[in-house]
């Protein structure tokens, strides 16, 4: 019995077959870590984020503090204003919102 040379080399052998499951589970696990480092990074900038976010707000309180402290003790509008840096529009919303 002989075999056709042409139907051998159309014929994967094992090893053939192993290299390209190798592959594919190289480019899985490749796919993975990128996924992972993908992941990792929007966890970075989303923390960043809300940090800046939380100090933002946590000076907007100061300041809503401070604005009401002077208002009650008297102060003028255009002193409380200089002081804080706000406009005069910033100011009537510190000392409005609960």
Do not use: C, H, N
């Not at 159309?10 to 594919?24: F, G, K």
């Not at 796919?31 to 939380?54: D, M, N, V």
């Amino acid at each position: 019995m002989t075999t056709d040379p042409k139907k051998k080399l159309e014929t994967p052998s094992e090893q053939v077959l192993a290299m390209r499951q190798r592959a594919i589970e190289e480019g899985r696990m490749g796919r993975q870590i990128e996924l992972a480092g993908a992941y990792q990074r929007g966890f970075q900038e989303g923390l960043e984020e809300a940090r800046s976010l939380l100090k933002a707000e946590g000076r907007q309180s100061e300041r809503r503090i401070l604005a009401r402290r002077m208002w009650a003790r008297g102060y003028e509008r255009s002193l409380i204003e200089y002081f804080l840096d706000v406009s005069a529009d910033e100011l009537q919303r510190l000392l409005t919102e609960e």
